[in-house]
């Protein structure tokens, strides 16, 4: 998969927006992505705020390449994201669904709490107080309520990951992303009005270079990065991007902080990654 890759040195690789903030905490000042390509149908993304003092990294995927493949983990045992990442041969990757048992010890028997659908087949049952973001065999996607998903809506779906709410309908912040005001590491998704991009974003908190997020500031940064709907993933600790660089090594470009040691990176449940075909 190394040959997919554009060559570049890491230096150059991150490119880093800094941006002012409005005063409120889901009100950001829109941040004016820079993109760079990083691989066939994948652009990247690392910024910085000035106010809240915030680091995040996102990716736009084309959901219309023909190279970009949707892959899915929920399997019974705990892996690091950047280990789902190496094992499946992958670009890149970003923690998903909440789950039940806390480690960073890997292979530890794990229960995901919320939908995972992983190429038509159904891995872990929709959890209804949670929403889920959808991948469906023709091509649409969407962001929707794990308690819309039965017997029958689960025939049409190819890919699924639940996660927490959705925070971003139809281009603007949902009522309990207004309403939310902790501050944590985050991970989301997004996607365009079209359906044509998708969007994964990681923000790192409990840090003093970055303070971490409300989920009205995620919405608002999902916002402005171009998508039109948004869901807010397992945060916290879990919250973790990996990335296939072009010499194939993996790497977290976020710091993780999980038990308040930066940069130790948590074992998690599902996952969702993208391959480059």
């Known amino acids: 998969m190394r040959g997919f890759f ?26 004016k992505p820079q993109w ?3 691989t066939n149908g994948i652009d990247y993304l690392h910024g910085r705020l000035a106010s809240p003092k915030i680091k995040y990294w996102a990716l736009r995927i084309d959901l219309s390449s023909p190279a970009i493949e949707i892959v899915v983990s929920g399997e019974a045992l705990s892996a690091k994201v950047s280990s789902f990442v190496r094992g499946n041969n992958l670009a890149a990757g970003i923690n998903a669904l909440p789950f039940d048992v806390v480690s960073s010890t890997e292979g530890q028997p794990i229960k995901n709490v919320g939908i995972v659908v992983s190429q038509g087949k159904l891995l872990s049952p929709a959890n209804s107080r949670y929403d889920a973001l959808v991948f469906y065999k023709d091509g649409r996607t969407a962001i929707l309520s794990q308690a819309l998903i ?7 779906i190819k890919n699924a990951v639940g996660g927490f709410h959705q925070i971003l309908k139809e281009g603007e912040l949902t009522e309990r992303a207004l309403n939310s005001e902790p501050r944590h590491p985050r991970s989301a998704a997004g996607l365009s009005a079209d359906g044509r991009y998708l969007y994964l974003l990681v923000i790192d908190g409990r840090q003093a270079a970055s303070i971490g997020a409300t989920e009205g500031e995620t919405a608002s ?3 402005s990065l171009g998508s039109h709907n948004g869901i807010n993933f397992d945060g916290g600790g879990s919250s973790a991007l990996a990335l296939r660089f072009p010499d194939g090594n993996v790497k977290v470009v976020n710091t993780p902080i999980h038990k308040i040691i930066p940069g130790q990176e948590r074992a998690v449940a599902g996952c969702l990654g993208i391959r480059i075909k």
């Open 6 to 31: 554009i060559f570049f040195t890491l230096n150059a690789f991150i490119s880093c927006t800094t941006t002012s903030t409005g005063s409120t905490s889901h009100e950001l000042s829109v941040v």
């Open 150 to 156: 039965n017997s029958s809506s689960i025939e049409e």
């Open 36 to 38: 760079q390509q990083f």
């Open 221 to 223: 940064l999902l916002l």
